[in-house]
């Protein structure tokens, strides 16, 4: 076994040293050495040495969620949540870079393009959407924000990442799971039409120190969709929007692992439900990013990671002796959309132009000019 890296010095001592095979192997065996058998370590190797070689010929910057499949690490220059991600997006070497491919569902892919609008961003699946973001679409936000703006002037509304870029245009600050509370709590006096994942609107109000949420008359104004009012400083309004993902991970399993296991630490994504996040303690309800980071600061050595499973494994590449994640009681559930994307398309839509340009992001000029506003707004209010 080569020597232990984190994520990050992976990526540093590839861009440094290039791709070796040992060290390659060595990360993904650590991840989960049956899915990574030798076998597939080769094979992906030499996708990785292919699709190199034709980034660094046409200036091709790749990244990717922290919940893909963890051989992309070999051929990737950024990996992270969400928010990791826009911040990078940002930082592209636009002088340098003329194209980027994202092993990453559509939204994000998405928000990487109104954040270079003069880069093309080619996605390396088309077919990795996100279902909470298709819970929402523009023509039922702009409906909403119509019947709902008389009754509340100051009606603000904060989107979760995962929308699409039309939705996030129609919306005045967007958020992801790392800096929605953040974010919130700049913004004083405000009647916050929370969209979509409602799971991630009510964890922010009860961080905001809000009395219980009650049903609102608001359901009778908007029938089709059913929204929740707080009274408090701040009042939300929230989407019924879930991830599949997390909406199926059942409280049991919190006191099964518990159980199970004393003195475990486990962490649960926001989008998880009320049932399980009561569960859970505050500094560990968390983003994909902010697990990583606290497994590696903690003092535990157990960890459940409620959440989607590309994750908890790609942090068992970094794992010292003595610490384990345990995915036991199916303590996590792959995302069928980030399940999707595959090496093999990364190279596919950098030798087929006809796959590349099926599976660019394109987006009209007004879409791009107004979806940018929220997430600027965004990342300079995530700033502390
Ligand atoms: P993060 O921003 O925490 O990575 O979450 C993205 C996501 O889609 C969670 O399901
Ligand atoms: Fe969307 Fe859920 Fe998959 Fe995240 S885990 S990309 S929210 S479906």
Redesign the pocket.
């Given at each position: 076994m080569d020597k232990l890296q984190t994520i990050e010095q992976f990526i540093d001592d590839r861009n440094a040293n290039g791709l070796r095979y040992e060290t390659y192997r060595s990360f993904l065996q650590r991840v989960n050495s049956d899915k990574y058998d030798d076998a597939r370590c080769r094979r992906s190797f030499e996708l990785c040495e292919r699709i190199l070689k034709l980034k660094h010929e046409r200036g091709v910057w790749i990244d990717m969620h922290n919940?893909v499949d963890q051989d992309i690490i070999g051929v990737a220059d950024g990996i992270g949540d969400s928010f990791k991600l826009a911040v990078l997006a940002q930082e592209i070497p636009r002088d340098a870079v003329t194209t980027v491919v994202g092993a990453k569902?559509r939204f994000m892919n998405e928000t990487t393009k109104i954040l270079n609008p003069t880069l093309r961003v080619i996605q390396a699946n088309r077919f990795a959407g996100?279902?909470?973001?298709d819970s929402i679409d523009a023509e039922a936000l702009q409906e909403a924000r119509d019947k709902l703006q008389a009754q509340y002037p100051d009606l603000f509304v904060m989107a979760y990442v995962?929308t699409t870029a039309e939705v996030k245009a129609l919306s005045d600050v967007c958020c992801t799971s790392r800096n929605a509370v953040t974010i919130a709590k700049k913004l004083p006096n405000r009647t916050i039409m929370f969209v979509p994942d409602e799971n991630l609107g009510r964890e922010v109000a009860r961080q905001l120190g809000e009395v219980p949420l009650q049903y609102s008359h608001l359901q009778a104004a908007l029938p089709h969709k059913r929204l929740v009012n707080q009274h408090g400083d701040s009042s939300f309004l929230l989407w019924q929007g879930h991830?599949?993902?997390?909406q199926d991970i059942n409280p049991d399993l919190v006191h099964q692992l518990q159980t199970a296991y004393p003195g475990i630490a486990v962490l649960a994504h926001p989008?998880c439900t009320p049932d399980v996040l009561r569960l859970i303690d505050d500094d560990k309800i968390l983003s994909t990013e902010g697990m990583i980071q606290y497994v590696r600061k903690a003092p535990q050595d157990k960890f459940a990671l409620l959440t989607?499973c590309g994750l908890p494994e790609l942090i068992r590449a970094e794992l010292p002796p003595g610490k384990e994640i345990l995915f036991d009681f199916g303590a996590c559930r792959h995302?069928q959309?980030?399940a999707r994307i595959k090496l093999e398309d990364v190279l596919r839509v950098l030798e087929d132009e006809r796959e590349a340009a099926r599976n660019e992001i394109l987006l009209s000029p007004e879409v791009l000019e107004k979806a940018r506003l929220p997430l600027e707004r965004m990342i300079e209010l995530s700033q502390n």
């Amino acid at each position: 076994m080569d020597k232990l890296q984190t994520i990050e010095q992976f990526i540093d001592d590839r861009n440094a040293n290039g791709l070796r095979y040992e060290t390659y192997r060595s990360f993904l065996q650590r991840v989960n050495s049956d899915k990574y058998d030798d076998a597939r370590c080769r094979r992906s190797f030499e996708l990785c040495e292919r699709i190199l070689k034709l980034k660094h010929e046409r200036g091709v910057w790749i990244d990717m969620h922290n919940y893909v499949d963890q051989d992309i690490i070999g051929v990737a220059d950024g990996i992270g949540d969400s928010f990791k991600l826009a911040v990078l997006a940002q930082e592209i070497p636009r002088d340098a870079v003329t194209t980027v491919v994202g092993a990453k569902v559509r939204f994000m892919n998405e928000t990487t393009k109104i954040l270079n609008p003069t880069l093309r961003v080619i996605q390396a699946n088309r077919f990795a959407g996100c279902s909470l973001a298709d819970s929402i679409d523009a023509e039922a936000l702009q409906e909403a924000r119509d019947k709902l703006q008389a009754q509340y002037p100051d009606l603000f509304v904060m989107a979760y990442v995962n929308t699409t870029a039309e939705v996030k245009a129609l919306s005045d600050v967007c958020c992801t799971s790392r800096n929605a509370v953040t974010i919130a709590k700049k913004l004083p006096n405000r009647t916050i039409m929370f969209v979509p994942d409602e799971n991630l609107g009510r964890e922010v109000a009860r961080q905001l120190g809000e009395v219980p949420l009650q049903y609102s008359h608001l359901q009778a104004a908007l029938p089709h969709k059913r929204l929740v009012n707080q009274h408090g400083d701040s009042s939300f309004l929230l989407w019924q929007g879930h991830c599949y993902v997390h909406q199926d991970i059942n409280p049991d399993l919190v006191h099964q692992l518990q159980t199970a296991y004393p003195g475990i630490a486990v962490l649960a994504h926001p989008e998880c439900t009320p049932d399980v996040l009561r569960l859970i303690d505050d500094d560990k309800i968390l983003s994909t990013e902010g697990m990583i980071q606290y497994v590696r600061k903690a003092p535990q050595d157990k960890f459940a990671l409620l959440t989607s499973c590309g994750l908890p494994e790609l942090i068992r590449a970094e794992l010292p002796p003595g610490k384990e994640i345990l995915f036991d009681f199916g303590a996590c559930r792959h995302c069928q959309f980030m399940a999707r994307i595959k090496l093999e398309d990364v190279l596919r839509v950098l030798e087929d132009e006809r796959e590349a340009a099926r599976n660019e992001i394109l987006l009209s000029p007004e879409v791009l000019e107004k979806a940018r506003l929220p997430l600027e707004r965004m990342i300079e209010l995530s700033q502390n």
